[in-house]
């Protein structure tokens, strides 16, 4: 069974602190994955999408990577601020006959000032 | 706007009503998904569609639960007989095919 985990759960960092996000996936085969951020009671923003042929993508503060052979994706944000405060959600697409993607229960991050 | 858009943004229904929810996907998006979430769960799968035609749709789908695409541009989600544990945010998302998927704002589905 494809299953993708999120650990922690919740984190709590100070202001100005780097920190990193992590998501594992069972299934190696994987076409792409895709972080989102969600805030409380709001769709999903898409922030980065990491194709399976690529090790890492960049936007601003952030930095996926991703490892096919671990099973594992990372999502770092540099010097955070209180408005990262969210929600992160990684989903893993598999593509051919399986069309959705499947989502960690996410991590909820304060940034607290 | 050029985004997933998702109408209503709310709706409570008293239990054993029927809903319909509608999703406006980006505009040239050939695949349009439907997925539930409940508080503190990740979104979970309900059916997704390729231009009109409705390629999977997951066993949390029941017989009460429909979805359509015609002409493959907007979607409709309808819950028959709506139970308690029917409420939840509903979100609809649209990608091109095997590329970066958008999600709308979502609709929040109160059964009473």
């Known amino acids: 069974k494809q299953e993708v985990t999120q650990i922690p759960a919740a984190l709590s960092v100070p202001e100005g602190e780097n920190l990193v996000l992590n998501c594992s996936f069972t299934?190696?085969?994987?076409?792409?994955l895709q972080w989102f951020r969600q805030d409380p009671g709001k769709g999903l923003t898409s922030l980065l999408l990491?194709?399976?042929?690529?090790r890492e993508q960049t936007s601003g503060r952030l930095n996926a990577s991703l490892d096919k052979s671990s099973g594992r994706s990372t999502l770092y944000i540099a010097a955070s601020q209180p408005g990262d405060s969210a929600t992160y959600l990684c989903?893993?697409?598999?593509?051919?006959?399986?069309?959705?993607?499947?989502f960690g229960k996410g991590t909820k991050l304060s940034v607290k000032p | 706007d050029t985004g997933v858009s998702q109408n209503p943004r709310h709706k409570i229904t008293k239990r054993g009503q029927n809903v319909t929810f509608r999703c406006d996907p980006i505009s040239e998006h050939n695949r349009l998904y439907w997925y539930r979430q409940t508080l503190g769960q990740g979104p979970e799968f309900l059916t997704y569609?390729?231009?009109?035609?409705?390629?999977?749709k997951s066993r949390l789908l029941s017989d009460r639960f429909s979805a359509e695409r015609p002409k493959g541009s907007f979607s409709t989600l309808e819950i028959q007989r709506t139970e308690q544990g029917d409420s939840a945010m509903y979100l609809c998302?649209?990608?091109?095919?095997?590329?970066?998927?958008?999600f709308g704002q979502g609709t929040r589905l109160t059964v009473v």
């Open positions: 299934d190696s085969a994987i076409y792409n």
């Open positions: 569609f390729q231009n009109e035609a409705q390629l999977e």
């Open positions: 990491i194709q399976s042929s690529q």
């Open positions: 989903a893993a697409f598999y593509g051919g006959s399986q069309g959705n993607l499947i």
């Open positions: 998302a649209s990608s091109p095919r095997g590329a970066e998927a958008f």
